[in-house]
């Protein structure tokens, strides 16, 4: 195995990971993770998610900031446009997993990247959202990425990246497979 | 000569009603009273879909004094009771010889096309020519099953609610039941108890005790007219046509079936079937969604009829009532091995017509048929039997009654107008 001789810099501290991995197999409490967002709504379908904390390790964490974001409806929707779909968000969720995880395989395949760009689509027949017909389903009738990546490696290897980024990926677990999903309300 | 031309003209009548189940046969008794010439053509026998495409153990949703047709009531000596599909076959049997109708048997239409002055109606025994049809061949034809049928391993055997007839027909292990109406609740019950576990994948639904103060949930919705209410006053016609049936039995000791029964009878309840991936079967994380839904509608429905019984005061009845919720547990089950866990997969998702025959410019972009309250696109065309079709009653048996009536209405109007154009053009002639 001589093909990457030199080291490579994609600035992933691979080797934090790969030691979080064998502590936290000793201490599997620690790696459950609870993920959190809070939303208010702002008028007509605009709406402000808000980012801030998380837990972990065993203890609470807070982010450097508090990452907002906006979320909205397009004016082909008679909305206002104030932000991206919620539905756009789950893609921009899923390219940043599915890079995140290409970049941290790579550095620890000693692979160099020198560019990574993935472009997203999903289909949705609106149909299922506005009621029209039962048998199309709400959400996307499928989503396509594709990566186009410049990397010291072959086409081979780089497809091997790839298909073991989704592997490791968590929103690509959560758009491919089905969730238990709990909402409940309270009047306030 | 074409083929249809050879097999000759059986006849010319004003209307051919095709179909000899209770819908086919009140429009006939009610033809009859119009005076309008007319026959009823039957693939089988009368009734025939009650005797050859039921499971055996099913019975009618509705309480046996609720089963009546136009100038027949229920006269047996179990009025609380529910039939079962053979004692509904020759109730409906009965009906047409009371009545006299003009059946043909073993008669299979295989096409209806327009021709010059009306219609005809192609026959395993001859063709009819006449100026009306009545589509009166049921809602519940074909099964409907969803297309990820398809992806189900080799070793797992599919039924569906028309093929199954009782649980010495499935291999042993466990069964799927998919789908959650009348249908799959019943399915689901009778498989488990016969020693299969059953998993049942559940969408949405429609959640009604089989009792309620003392009285027929169904005796409740007639008397508070949800039965009779309209399909021109809800918001989505398409919608209302779409709920499926209600959880509902009919036995002896007026038991209701729900998922809690049934869960307490150790069947496993999963989200609705949302694919198969790798021989596994995945399920949507909703479920306790769909179950907070039916018990939210249920208790307005409950909280409508204790209002109306306030205003009305029935006489005795018992005190209200609320039921447990729908128990869904801490974690619900997402996936299922099919062919290890699962041996055999019984697809109870709904019936839909077969209007395969039908040469007529009539169906929408998905293949249904277009009509308005039964009143077809193509003049001198009706259906019956179909969902909703008038009333929420529209698909019971005595719910045919109202919507017999106001069609058999409409046709004899049709011949009117027809009749005096006619006669205007002669009129017109003449002068």
Known sequence: ?188 | MSESASRGIAGTVDVVVIGAGHSGLAMSYLLGQCSLRHVVLERGEVANSWRTERWDSLRLLTPNWMTRLPGYPYRGDDPDGYMSAGQAADFISNYGTYTSAPVLTRTTVTRVAQSRHGFRVETSRGDWLCQAVVLATGAFNKPVIPRLAEAMPANVEQLSAHTYRNPRQLAPGGVLVVGASATGLQLAQEIQLSGRPVTLAVGEHVRLPRVYRGRDIQWWMLATGVLDQHIDDVDDPDRARRVPSPQLVGTSDRATLDLNVLQGQGVKIVGRLMGIRDSVAQFSGSLRNVCALADLKMNRLLAWIDQWAEANTPSGIGPTERFVPTLVGETSQLELKLGEDIRTVLWATGSKPDFSWLDLPIFDRKGDLKHSRGVADVPGVYVLGLPYLRRRKSSFIHGAEDDVRELSTHIADYFDRSTSQIKSRLRSVAI
């Open chain 1, 1 to 188: 195995m001589t093909k990457h001789t030199k080291t490579a810099t994609n600035g992933v501290n691979v080797a934090a990971l790969l030691g979080a991995r064998e502590a936290l197999k000793d201490a599997p409490e620690a790696a459950r993770f609870k993920w959190r967002a809070t939303s208010e709504w702002v008028k007509g379908t605009h709406n402000r998610a808000t980012v801030a904390g998380f837990f972990g390790l065993g203890t609470e964490h807070q982010h450097r900031q508090t990452y907002k974001f906006e979320s909205d409806h397009p004016e082909v929707f008679a909305s206002e446009d104030n932000g991206a779909t919620p539905v756009e968000f789950v893609l921009v969720g899923l390219a940043g997993c599915l890079t995140a995880g290409i970049a941290a395989v790579a550095q620890n395949r000693n692979i160099q990247l020198h560019s990574v760009k993935a472009t997203l689509e999903a289909g949705m027949n609106i149909q299922g959202i506005l009621g029209i017909d039962p048998d199309v389903r709400n959400g996307f009738d499928g989503i396509k990425v594709h990566y186009d990546i410049d990397a010291d490696a072959s086409a081979e290897d780089i497809a091997a990246l790839v298909a073991q980024s989704q592997k490791r990926s968590a929103v690509f677990d959560v758009v491919a497979n089905p969730t238990d999903v709990t909402v409940t309300s309270s009047k306030s």
